[in-house]
């Protein structure tokens, strides 16, 4: 199964943009799906995860502004990005742990311009 993300792009600050990734097949036993970004220079960091039961959480530095979501039907996971940031800008991945394996998107980039 392979993972494709989609959506990023250049917004100037205070845009918006949904990221989507959307598995090839279906994953079995998830545990968690999640968003990460990484930024140049930086390390990876986690943004956002959602769990089977729909309980979602967020790192302090996009809660409020970003919304995690899934359509279990379309086999795809959302990350909608409200009042973007220049701090924003990095190349966002996303995640899916299951029981049998990790997987990962190819990334997607995101520019937020000042």
């Known amino acids: 199964v392979q993972l494709q993300a989609s959506g990023g792009g250049l917004v100037q600050a205070g845009g918006s943009l949904r990221l989507s990734c959307v598995a090839s097949g279906s994953i079995n036993g998830i545990k968690v799906r999640r968003w990460y970004r990484q930024a140049p220079g930086k390390e990876r960091e986690w943004v956002a995860s959602i769990i089977p039961n729909g309980i979602v959480n967020y790192a302090d530095s996009v809660k409020g502004r970003f919304t995690i979501s899934r359509d279990i039907a379309k086999k795809t996971l959302y990350l909608q990005m409200n009042s973007l940031e220049p701090e924003d800008t990095a190349v966002y991945y996303c995640?899916?742990?299951?029981?049998?394996?990790?997987?990962w998107g190819q990334g997607t980039q995101v520019t937020v311009s000042s």
């Open positions: 995640n899916i742990n299951s029981v049998y394996g990790n997987y």
